[in-house]
């Protein structure tokens, strides 16, 4: 990764939000980049960040919320960005597919009206030739019959078919990065194994870049090729998607592992880790998450561990796994333990 | 319930039939679930799984068919309290919703005990320790058992509403996408806890799911359904290594796992859900 | 690095805006509150807080303006007007009082049992609450008076009747919602009576919504009956009644004398206020974050 910077860089990002009870940290630490054209997983479940830290890219946190880090996009500064370049950041460079897309379309307009006006508006396309692009594009994520599904409501159309028409409308605007934040977690599964077949097909033709959020690590590995396991608001391990099953080093991400095995695989025991998820203020001093984990030790209660090298990839925590160290790291705390 | 001959099957329904209006939802399902047995049924939304679950527990009134629990058919609407109570220790559910699934005014442990009050003759002391055996069960402390479902997470709602449902000792537990809701590493805790119950008790399980990937963890069997029809059954083992039915093989190939890579099924289709 | 805020808040800190913000959310709170306890204790403690007999006329003392003997002056046959409001604070506080209750108890009622049993019961009970929903409470109440006589007990009594509807509408929709939660079906499939499930879980989860519409009613139910009593239906003269005062009062306007409508007024639209702001803010705090 040399030459061009990144495509996004997210630096030692912190958020709090503001609530009933005064201001509570959201995320205490995310640190992450995007190569031009590569996808990025951002993986983690309920409290760990990683929805709060997609939006704070294109700054689309409540209004009360506090924010420090930095967040670079193509090299300049997000975080720092006046009214006129944020609205160019999110209508050129950066479009978001969300988990609903009823939520985020007009119910009473028409798919067409939808998908063109912001190519008319913000782009000065003709209508004409916006209509032929979209229809176009729908063509492309699987609608045969656009030009009918263009005049048709929202009502109409299946969570399926919606949320192709909301990744049309993401890939209208030609942006640089797209940014899905569990897109097809409320579709059924062989709709969700389609749409993320669309999503892969049209990044490869344009050479898109991808923040994807997501709870499910195995959907994550298929398809991107980085991996960032987010935990109690902050990064705890990041690593080469290939190698995710065999060199996890971070003990939440093999206990994530453990408790999704393989479906087909024969008698893999389900291994549960006991306590709930955490958010990152209800974090102690020590490793957010080592209240359950099973090889934590004195230090992990007292001092917070620092994302650090472990095999290809990094990870926050004093005790990686051994097999995931191919090569030791100098710099790297080394106990022999096993699993 | 010592009367009854243990070979009756825990529930056996037959040629059940769902309609609302001129849409068909269930269509036709055969099943059986022994005392003790397990069975899953998987589907995806429109398959009709939750419609039959509905049916089974007596939420909904079939259109056509029969359900028998331990040889008994549902008391029915106008049936006494003291018909339906006893009726109770056929069949329980627990539902998707672990929010909604508890009553939001009431200390978890005193819903435990208005149930257990109900059905025995339990009072004072005797009745506290059996609300503290029932949490101890599910994994739950008396810190808990003093506090509103508000204070607790997903995973312990979920809990208590197993605690509940087997404070009857039902013979058959229906899970209605009892995991759905909950955050992976949860999930598992509570399948794991559910293999524990069933092999501790003699309850039989109709764990509802559109989840593939967790039905051989809690469940013996497994029935496939689709557009309100079943379209496989057998043996976990078989089904999800093996699967005959196409409908089944389209549904195992689409869970993500590891070297799995999304397919579009076709590329000129647009009018599926 | 760069450090910004999105926030636009100042550099005041997590704390200070926390005090602020817990004062604003309940400073309108705490000042409709302490309205609504002035007004009851006057009622409650008007034999002790009034100056003079309310009823005490005085020909010598007609139309005066405020003085140290008369702090709001009198009317237009020398009663003391502050007494009179005291006094008038017990009909123009009970009767509406009356009327949310009755109308806030009937309504759960018979939303809880519609919501419950449904069927025709139900329907029967939704098309009873539309069709009196339908009829402006002025137009029973004039009903009313024709066939009972004026008079403030037929006023509550007419009135709670036209209330029904507003309490009974809103509890039936939440009660119908709040029926088809999993709980109930759950507390349905354990084998417990449906009067049990009404009486002792689905009620009592209703009721901070029953509060809020009741407290929300009261100031409309006060300002009904002081209209009632205004155009004479209501609380009948020399009653001292808020309604009445500002009726009685009008002739006195043309004689350059307002002061009995316009005291009488303002207490009316202040405590109509107070009623719709301590109703709102119940409504946050009580069923802002219910679960």
Not at chain 3, 98 to 112: Q, R
Request: proline share 6%; charged share 20%; aromatic share 4%.
């Amino acid at each position: 990764m040399t030459g061009s910077p990144p495509l996004l860089v997210v630096d030692d990002l912190r958020v709090d939000l503001p609530t009933r009870d005064g201001m509570r940290r959201v995320i205490h630490r995310a640190d992450l980049t995007v190569p031009a054209g590569t996808a990025v997983a951002l993986v983690g479940e309920s409290g760990s960040g990683k929805s709060m830290t997609a939006r704070a890219v294109l700054r689309l946190l409540p209004s009360r919320a506090r924010t420090t880090g930095s967040v670079r996009f193509d090299g300049s500064e997000v975080t720092t960005l006046g009214a006129a370049g944020l609205r160019r950041l999110r209508a050129h460079d950066v479009a978001m597919v969300f988990q609903d897309p009823r939520a985020h379309i007009n119910p009473v307009r028409t798919v067409g009206d939808f998908l063109t006006e912001a190519l008319i508006t913000t782009r000065g396309v003709r209508p004409r030739a916006a209509e032929a692009k979209v229809t176009a594009l729908l063509r492309e994520v699987g609608i045969a019959d656009a030009s009918r599904r263009m005049r048709q409501r929202p009502p109409e159309l299946s969570g399926g078919l919606l949320q192709r028409v909301m990744i049309t409308a993401a890939l209208a605007g030609e942006p640089r990065l797209l940014i899905a934040d569990e897109p097809t977690t409320a579709l059924d599964v062989t709709t969700q194994a389609e749409v993320m077949a669309i999503i892969d097909e049209a990044r490869a033709e344009r050479g898109l870049a991808m923040l994807f959020i997501t709870h499910d690590l195995a959907l994550a590995a298929a398809v991107c090729d980085r991996i960032a396991v987010m935990y109690a608001g902050g990064v705890v391990e990041e690593l080469p998607a290939r190698h995710l099953h065999e060199r996890a080093a971070h003990p939440y991400t093999r206990a994530l592992l453990a408790s999704r095995p393989d479906p087909a695989a024969t008698a893999e025991p389900l291994r549960a880790v006991p306590g709930r998820p955490l958010s990152a203020f209800e974090t102690g001093p020590g490793c957010a998450f080592a209240p359950r984990c099973a090889h934590a030790q004195d230090l992990c209660h007292t001092e917070r561990p620092s994302l650090s090298p472990a095999g290809e990839g990094l990870a926050a925590c004093h005790f990686p796994a051994a097999d995931a160290r191919v090569t030791p790291q100098p710099g790297a705390r080394s106990t022999p333990h096993g699993r | 319930m010592a009367d009854e001959p243990s070979s009756l099957p825990a529930l056996r329904v037959t040629g059940l039939r769902k309609t609302f209006g001129d849409f068909v939802a269930v269509d036709g399902v055969d099943l059986e679930i022994v005392p003790g047995g397990s069975l899953a049924v998987v589907g995806e939304s429109g398959s009709g799984k939750t419609t039959t679950a509905r049916m089974i527990v007596g939420l909904e009134e079939p259109t056509a068919g029969t359900v028998l629990l331990g040889g008994r058919a549902h008391p029915g609407h106008r049936a006494s309290t003291a018909e339906r109570r006893r009726f109770a220790r056929e069949v329980q559910m627990v539902f998707q919703d672990p929010y909604a699934s508890l009553d939001r005014r009431q200390k978890v442990g005193d819903s435990l005990a208005e149930i257990l009050a109900l059905h025995t003759d339990l009072r004072g002391a005797p009745l506290a320790d059996r609300v503290a055996e029932l949490l101890d069960q599910v994994g739950l402390d008396e810190r808990q058992g003093a506090a509103l479902p508000r204070a607790l997470s997903g995973g312990q709602r979920q809990r208590v509403a197993i605690a509940r449902a087997l404070a009857v000792r039902p013979r058959l537990l229906v899970l209605d996408e009892a995991v759905a809701a909950l955050d992976v590493s949860v999930q598992a805790q509570i399948l794991t806890l559910l293999t524990d119950i069933r092999r501790r008790t003699e309850v039989a399980y109709l764990f509802i799911t559109h989840d593939l990937g967790i039905v051989r963890h809690v469940c013996d069997d497994v029935l496939v359904m689709h557009r309100g029809r079943v379209v496989e059954r057998g043996p976990a083992e078989t089904v999800l290594t093996d699967p005959e039915a196409p409908y089944t093989r389209r549904l195992r190939d689409s869970v993500p796992r590891r070297g799995w890579k999304p397919t579009r099924r076709t590329a000129q289709n647009g009018s599926q859900a | 690095m760069t450090t910004y805020q999105i926030a636009a808040l100042g550099r005041g800190g997590a704390r200070w805006s926390r005090l602020r913000r817990l004062t604003r959310g309940r400073g309108v709170l705490v000042v409709a509150c302490a309205v609504v306890a002035v007004a009851v204790l006057a009622a409650l403690f008007a034999p002790l807080l009034a100056p003079y007999d309310p009823d005490a006329v005085d020909p010598a003392a007609v139309y005066q303006g405020s003085s140290a003997a008369h702090w709001l002056g009198t009317d237009d046959t020398g009663r003391d007007i502050l007494s009179r409001l005291l006094y008038g604070a017990r009909p123009s506080l009970l009767a509406p009082a009356a009327v949310t209750l009755t109308a806030g108890l009937g309504g759960t009622v018979l939303a809880v049992s519609a919501a419950w049993l449904g069927g025709w019961y139900d329907r029967l009970v939704s098309a009873l609450l539309d069709i009196v929903f339908g009829f402006p409470g002025l137009v029973l109440a004039v009903v009313a008076a024709a066939v009972f006589g004026a008079g403030l007990q037929v006023a509550v009594v007419t009135l709670s009747l036209a209330y029904l509807p507003y309490i009974g509408r809103v509890v039936r929709s939440a009660a119908l919602r709040e029926r088809n939660l999993p709980y109930v079906s759950a507390l349905r499939m354990l084998g417990m009576s449906g009067r049990r499930i009404c009486l002792r879980h689905l009620t009592p989860n209703l009721l901070p919504l029953v509060l809020v519409q009741v407290a929300t009613s009261f100031g409309y139910a006060l300002l009904d009956v002081a209209a009632f009593s205004f155009i004479g239906l209501g609380a009948q003269p020399p009653t001292a009644e808020w309604g009445l005062m500002v009726a009685n009062g009008s002739t006195g306007i043309l004689a350059g004398r307002a002061e009995q409508s316009l005291y009488a007024g303002a207490v009316i639209v202040v405590f109509v206020i107070a009623c719709s702001l301590l109703g709102g803010g119940l409504s946050r705090q009580l069923l802002g974050d219910d679960r």
